[in-house]
């Protein structure tokens, strides 16, 4: 079976500090690695994925994930906080070999100015 | 284009109705899928398909049928709507196994039974 873990419900930085939210994974297989965000009274949109590749992953909004295989870690950073990226990230995993994708709980950024 | 398109936005029930909420998308995608909401539980999987004709049970399925007749449609059923079901509703979609692989989602549906 696979899952999930965000550990934090909360994040809290303030405008232009680097943001970091956690997520820890497992999975049998290969593990195919996302991360989403919610913005509030917004449906939710793809930020970037890890398949394959570069451990280092870019996506949109000036966000990027680290793969860390060793940790089972997937962490979303961001160098420079705004009051915009205010929202709810999901964490998301599916074994290679199977298409179910699992989400974790969820972690609710607050970047206050 | 107009992507994934879920009906109703809002939906109250009462104990024992049935009812079917509806998802469709138009960007050729085989898998879809659903979720629920729930606060500090994530998103949850429902059901899901990876093409027309083929359906399986994801995380939390007791309660839910589905079925995918076409590519385009993929409709939940709540047989007999209990109170814990509800929730926020999003349907989702994707082409399968892809470099371009990412969900595209509906804009929910908020369910309350009462």
């Known amino acids: 079976a696979q899952s999930v873990a965000q550990p934090e419900d909360q994040v809290n930085v303030a405008e232009g500090n680097p943001l970091t939210v956690k997520c820890t994974y497992s999975v049998s297989g290969n593990p195919y690695l996302f991360w989403y965000v919610q913005y509030p009274n917004r449906g939710l949109q793809f930020l970037l994925k890890y398949i394959t590749g570069d451990n280092l992953v870019k996506g949109s909004y000036g966000f990027e994930a680290e793969f860390n295989k060793s940790q089972t870690s997937f962490h979303l950073k961001k160098p420079s906080a705004l009051v915009s990226d205010s929202a709810l990230y999901f964490c998301?995993?599916?074994?290679?070999?199977?298409?179910?994708?699992?989400f974790g709980a969820g972690t609710t950024v607050t970047v206050r100015a | 284009n107009a992507g994934v398109t879920q009906t109703p936005k809002f939906q109250v029930l009462k104990t024992g109705q049935s009812m079917t909420l509806q998802c469709a998308q138009d960007?050729?995608?085989?898998?879809m899928s659903w979720y629920r909401q729930d606060p500090g539980m994530g998103l949850r999987l429902i059901h899901y398909s990876v093409g027309a004709g083929i359906t399986d049970q994801g995380e939390v399925p007791n309660g839910y049928n589905v079925s995918r007749s076409t590519t385009e449609d993929f409709p939940l059923r709540l047989l007999s709507a209990a109170p814990s079901q509800t929730s926020v509703y999003f349907c989702?979609?994707?082409?399968?196994?892809?470099?371009?692989?990412?969900?595209?989602f509906g804009s929910g549906t908020q369910l309350s039974v009462l």
């Open positions: 960007m050729n995608h085989e898998y």
């Open positions: 998301a995993v599916r074994d290679g070999g199977d298409y179910k994708l699992s």
């Open positions: 989702a979609s994707t082409k399968k196994g892809t470099v371009n692989e990412k969900l595209f």
